[in-house]
């Protein structure tokens, strides 16, 4: 069974840190494009950060310099360094798989339940 067990969320004063962890399993992360993804109540899903099939990763300009998106492959999990935290940070986080191709030449996309993410002044 495909999941995306996200941990990590909580309340923490501007200017805090969290790191948040995807833990994913039931298939394989390398026929997707990985994502970090937020949304704010009344608010749009806002992509936050992609990881580019060279290893290398892009962020939101809300994002660059404060935020890191890392893979650890020895055990299929996602990271999100959330660093210098503000107020308009508060929303729910997801990370995401997207593209992936399965046997049947499908193309889907796999979310985490997301996690809340509390920033406070």
């Known amino acids: 069974q495909v999941q995306l067990v996200e941990s990590g969320g909580g309340s923490v004063q501007a200017g805090g840190s969290l790191k948040l962890s995807c833990e994913v399993s039931?298939?394989?992360?390398?026929?997707?494009?990985m994502a970090w993804y937020r949304q704010a109540p009344g608010k749009e899903r806002e992509l936050v950060s992609t990881?580019?099939?060279?290893?290398?990763?892009r962020y939101a300009d809300s994002a660059k310099g404060r935020f890191t998106f890392s893979q650890d492959k020895s055990t299929d999990t996602l990271y999100l360094q959330l660093n210098s935290l503000k107020t308009e940070d508060t929303a729910v986080y997801y990370c995401?798989?997207?593209?992936?191709?399965?046997?049947?030449?499908?193309?889907?996309?796999?979310w985490s339940q997301g996690t809340q993410v509390t920033v406070s002044s």
């Open positions: 995401a798989a997207e593209g992936c191709i399965a046997v049947d030449r499908s193309s889907n996309n796999y």
């Open positions: 039931g298939f394989n992360l390398d026929t997707c494009t």
């Open positions: 990881f580019n099939s060279d290893g290398t990763t």
